[in-house]
């Protein structure tokens, strides 16, 4: 009975320590990290001492501006500081209820705790280190630190067995300065001494301010946890929204299908196919930035911990020693939001099966390399935001040769086809894909997804983009660039520029360069114009439906005139 009572009290000594030591940390100032002292609460409703909070915005009196160390609220005048009574009689009932608990808590110090150095025998656990003696003590032998004036500007942190190493090994002095010119905690002989003339300052004022940047950092982190968090969440609706439009074109376009004839029926199974792999490919690729974006956030909040625990880190020097020790914060994996496009996914492979119905066999079959196409423009929303500055836009660089069999007979091919430069009538052989009678020429590839070219022009040039099956022969409106609905033309010469589509010209404004920067995203329907210098401006923008592989072009339409397609990589 004894021991079980031995046992009971040894428990309710050890919750008594832990409430203690909880209302001790409810009650302490985050700036000097001990109990309050003269307790003040500012405009925010935290509390500091007077004499911390006084210190703090000495500090900031230069800017005019006062903050909250802890919230990083600004206040743009001084406010007086009036001592919060009530708070100071709480933290007089904690320090007594701390002496008529201590004798109930027989914790003793261990190998693993940092020991009372002034007790006799054996010694109990620390509950603080004293910076100015270099001394930890129990709860008892602490007292006169809270009792009497002498200990007044003595700094209390949580107990630690490293105390020497606030100790200057040169002067045997307290390091109670930081210099930030070497960026190491020195004392105030070293500040006279060897760091003379250096930008030095308190080890407090400068904890004040990393711990300033450190909470910066947190915000930051915990605002992209929540925003990658969102993400995760659309993420998922696109993920049903995906699977929900396949499984309806599936079942559509085997209603369809039915309805038809054999090699009908052989064409179906084709298309199943290949929307099943489409929708393979998309859910493949969401799920992969999904899990991506998640082991994102689970290293942000890592790293937000790891933040935490050293903002929590009393012992000024300490934390200025382990500072710079922390990993930057790695780049973000993806985008700051998810754009998501309206698109309608699958539902436009039942609309071309659609148009397919009750046609013959040469009808189906004009018809399967569309068909196969709207399966594959299928791009939910992983399609990155366009780029915004030019490094961004070489990462899609897409190198253009010119194909010698599109040109008119009046332009010459130079730099391995990708300079183009009008002459008086070159002797080039006959060839179907050849442009006639408009000084014209196109890319020998196609292009789809995203590319970025750019485009050395002199003289009257047109940069474009065109449909491959763009009419070559006659001098129609129709072979023409920017004339027709199958090519989109951005006219360049002198100061100025226009942009045609459809035989519509609009003006367009911005600085001119002899570089112009084709930047195309197939799948979004995105087309985009840029003048190219010291920065990029951009010129002019398409958002259509590309329903076809693209050519890049250049139309050349006065002798001497040049268009040069640059090597980017």
Same mark, same amino acid.
């Given at each position: 009975?004894?021991?079980?009572?031995?046992?009971?009290?040894?428990?309710?000594?050890?919750?008594?320590?832990?409430?203690?030591?909880?209302?001790? *940390?409810?009650?302490?100032? /985050?700036?000097?990290?001990?109990?309050?002292?003269?307790?003040?609460?500012?405009?925010?409703?935290?509390?500091?001492?007077?004499?911390?909070?006084?210190?703090?915005?000495?500090?900031?009196?230069?800017?005019?501006?006062?903050?909250?160390?802890?919230?990083?609220?600004?206040?743009?005048?001084?406010?007086?500081?009036?001592?919060?009574?009530?708070?100071?009689?709480?933290?007089?009932?904690?320090?007594?209820?701390?002496?008529?608990?201590?004798?109930?808590?027989?914790?003793?110090?261990?190998?693993?705790?940092?020991?009372?150095?002034?007790?006799?025998?054996?010694?109990?656990?620390?509950?603080?280190?004293?910076?100015?003696?270099?001394?930890?003590?129990?709860?008892?032998?602490?007292?006169?630190?809270?009792?009497?004036?002498?200990?007044?500007?003595?700094?209390?942190?949580?107990?630690?067995?490293?105390?020497?190493?606030?100790?200057?090994?040169?002067?045997?002095?307290?390091?109670?300065?930081?210099?930030?010119?070497?960026?190491?905690?020195?004392?105030?002989?070293?500040?006279?001494?060897?760091?003379?003339?250096?930008?030095?300052?308190?080890?407090?004022?400068?904890?004040?301010?990393?711990?300033?940047?450190?909470?910066? /950092?947190?915000?930051?982190?915990?605002?992209?946890?929540?925003?990658?968090?969102?993400?995760?969440?659309?993420?998922?609706?696109?993920?049903?929204?995906?699977?929900?439009?396949?499984?309806?074109?599936?079942?559509?376009?085997?209603?369809?299908?039915?309805?038809?004839?054999?090699?009908?029926?052989?064409?179906?199974?084709?298309?199943?196919?290949?929307?099943? $792999?489409?929708?393979?490919?998309?859910?493949?690729?969401?799920?992969?930035?999904?899990?991506?974006?998640?082991?994102?956030?689970?290293?942000?909040?890592?790293?937000?911990?790891?933040?935490?625990?050293?903002?929590?880190?009393?012992?000024?020097?300490?934390?200025?020693?382990?500072?710079?020790?922390?990993?930057?914060?790695?780049?973000?994996?993806?985008? $700051?939001?998810?754009?998501?496009?309206?698109?309608?996914?699958?539902?436009?492979?039942?609309?071309?099966?659609?148009?397919?119905?009750?046609?013959?066999?040469?009808?189906?079959?004009?018809?399967?390399?569309?068909?196969?196409?709207?399966?594959?423009?299928?791009?939910?929303?992983? $399609?990155?935001?366009?780029?915004?500055?030019?490094?961004?836009?070489?990462?899609?660089?897409?190198?253009?040769?010119?194909?010698?069999?599109?040109?008119?007979?009046?332009?010459?091919?130079?730099?391995?086809?990708? *300079?183009?430069?009008?002459?008086?009538?070159?002797?080039?052989?006959?060839?179907?894909?050849?442009?006639?009678?408009?000084?014209?020429?196109?890319?020998?590839?196609?292009?789809?997804?995203?590319?970025?070219?750019?485009?050395?022009?002199?003289?009257?040039?047109?940069?474009?983009?065109?449909?491959?099956?763009?009419?070559?022969?006659?001098?129609?409106?129709?072979?023409?660039?920017?004339?027709?609905?199958? $090519?989109?033309?951005?006219?360049?010469?002198?100061?100025?520029?226009?942009?045609?589509?459809?035989?519509?010209?609009?003006?367009?404004?911005?600085?001119?360069?002899?570089?112009?920067?084709?930047?195309?995203?197939?799948?979004?329907?995105?087309?985009?114009?840029?003048?190219?210098?010291?920065?990029?401006?951009?010129?002019?923008?398409?958002?259509?439906?590309?329903?076809?592989?693209?050519?890049?072009?250049?139309?050349?339409?006065?002798?001497?005139?040049?268009?040069?397609?640059?090597?980017?990589?």
């Amino acid at each position: 009975m004894m021991g079980g009572n031995n046992s009971r009290s040894s428990m309710r000594g050890e919750m008594a320590r832990k409430v203690i030591q909880l209302e001790r *940390k409810t009650f302490s100032c /985050s700036i000097c990290l001990d109990l309050l002292k003269d307790p003040v609460t500012i405009h925010c409703g935290h509390s500091y001492c007077m004499r911390c909070i006084k210190t703090h915005w000495d500090i900031e009196d230069e800017k005019k501006i006062y903050s909250c160390p802890q919230c990083i609220q600004t206040f743009r005048k001084r406010h007086v500081l009036v001592k919060n009574i009530m708070l100071a009689d709480l933290v007089e009932q904690l320090k007594k209820t701390a002496l008529q608990a201590a004798p109930a808590d027989h914790c003793y110090a261990g190998a693993e705790d940092v020991a009372c150095d002034v007790c006799i025998g054996r010694k109990r656990k620390a509950v603080k280190s004293c910076l100015v003696c270099l001394a930890s003590y129990c709860e008892k032998h602490l007292q006169p630190h809270y009792k009497s004036l002498t200990f007044e500007k003595h700094k209390l942190v949580d107990p630690t067995k490293k105390l020497q190493e606030s100790i200057c090994s040169r002067h045997d002095e307290v390091m109670k300065m930081f210099c930030r010119t070497d960026q190491q905690c020195i004392c105030y002989l070293c500040s006279v001494e060897e760091h003379k003339g250096y930008d030095t300052v308190s080890a407090a004022a400068e904890r004040t301010e990393r711990q300033r940047e450190l909470e910066l /950092s947190r915000q930051q982190i915990q605002q992209r946890v929540q925003d990658r968090e969102k993400d995760v969440k659309l993420l998922q609706q696109e993920l049903e929204a995906v699977n929900g439009s396949a499984d309806k074109a599936v079942e559509d376009s085997e209603k369809i299908f039915t309805k038809l004839i054999r090699l009908v029926e052989k064409r179906s199974s084709g298309v199943k196919q290949q929307i099943r $792999s489409q929708q393979e490919t998309e859910v493949s690729r969401v799920k992969d930035l999904r899990e991506k974006l998640e082991q994102e956030i689970t290293e942000l909040k890592r790293k937000d911990a790891e933040l935490k625990q050293l903002s929590h880190t009393e012992d000024h020097n300490q934390f200025l020693h382990n500072y710079p020790s922390l990993t930057p914060l790695s780049p973000s994996t993806h985008s $700051s939001s998810i754009d998501i496009r309206p698109l309608r996914y699958f539902e436009a492979v039942t609309d071309a099966v659609s148009e397919v119905r009750g046609r013959l066999q040469d009808v189906l079959t004009e018809s399967e390399t569309n068909i196969s196409l709207t399966v594959t423009q299928v791009d939910v929303l992983l $399609s990155q935001p366009e780029p915004k500055t030019r490094e961004e836009f070489l990462t899609y660089s897409q190198e253009i040769t010119l194909d010698p069999n599109t040109a008119n007979k009046r332009l010459l091919l130079s730099k391995g086809n990708r *300079k183009v430069t009008r002459m008086r009538e070159q002797l080039h052989s006959s060839h179907p894909d050849r442009f006639t009678y408009w000084s014209q020429v196109l890319s020998k590839k196609s292009l789809t997804g995203r590319c970025y070219w750019e485009v050395k022009w002199r003289g009257r040039v047109d940069v474009a983009v065109t449909y491959k099956n763009i009419i070559r022969a006659g001098n129609s409106d129709e072979c023409a660039f920017g004339c027709n609905d199958k $090519s989109w033309a951005l006219y360049c010469l002198g100061n100025s520029y226009k942009f045609s589509y459809n035989s519509i010209d609009t003006p367009v404004s911005g600085p001119r360069s002899s570089r112009v920067g084709v930047y195309l995203d197939h799948s979004a329907g995105v087309l985009s114009f840029y003048s190219v210098s010291d920065t990029m401006t951009l010129l002019h923008r398409v958002q259509t439906t590309f329903t076809q592989p693209l050519c890049a072009g250049a139309g050349i339409y006065r002798d001497g005139s040049t268009a040069e397609f640059c090597k980017l990589k």
